[in-house]
């Protein structure tokens, strides 16, 4: 199999276009390798040579969703079997006896790598640095059916009211990234008052 460039992050497998990244916190393993599975349960070793911070990790191209995989370190010149703590799924239930030896290690089940791409259905994923990226979670009860003496009850609940008090200062004006995040932090900050009052 070849390899692609690989990344540290984000942990676990990730599927992308040419394969699949592997990545696993593991800053004291000296040597770690990556376990694939075939139809037969026989293992296919890959060493997982690069390192950043204590995150070791490799791309294999032509890797699919489905894949059996785990890793492998070497301890005390044994190999043992651990499965990725990053793993989406397993081929089966874990489960095992103390006392747990290296032997035992090959037994436990195989991680399952995953598709949990997002169907964008055409569009396009809107990648948004995080140092432009603005969240603000709120929930519409608790700024609104909690507090009956501030707001008419035909608003009680409504996201549109909730936007309303947002743009009402804007109308129809164009708001970049900033002055809507100053008429959402104002209308809350009014909100809180009203509350504290």
């Not at 005390?76 to 489960?95: G, N, V």
């Not at 396009?124 to 909690?146: C, N, Y």
């Amino acid at each position: 199999m070849t390899q692609h460039q690989s990344s540290p992050y984000p942990l676990g497998a990730t599927l992308d276009e040419y394969g699949c990244n592997f990545a696993i916190h593991a800053p004291d393993c000296e040597t770690i390798y990556l376990a694939l599975y075939d139809d037969n349960n026989k293992q296919e070793l890959f060493p997982l040579c690069e390192d950043y911070a204590g995150i070791k990790h490799i791309h294999l191209n032509g890797i699919h969703a489905g894949q059996r995989y785990g890793f492998v370190i070497e301890t005390c010149e044994e190999r043992q079997y651990i499965a990725d703590p990053y793993a989406k799924a397993l081929d089966k239930a874990l489960h095992y006896v103390p006392p747990f030896t290296t032997e035992k290690s090959f037994e436990l089940p195989a991680c399952i790598v995953v598709d949990d791409a997002f169907d964008w259905q055409g569009v396009r994923s809107p990648r948004i640095p995080r140092d432009e990226m603005v969240l603000f979670e709120t929930h519409v009860k608790g700024v609104s059916k909690l507090n009956l003496t501030f707001l008419p009850s035909s608003k009680v609940l409504t996201l549109v009211w909730l936007a309303s008090l947002c743009f009402s200062s804007t109308k129809s004006k164009i708001l970049t990234r900033y002055n809507y995040c100053l008429s959402l932090l104002a209308c809350m900050s009014l909100i809180y008052c009203k509350w504290i009052r």
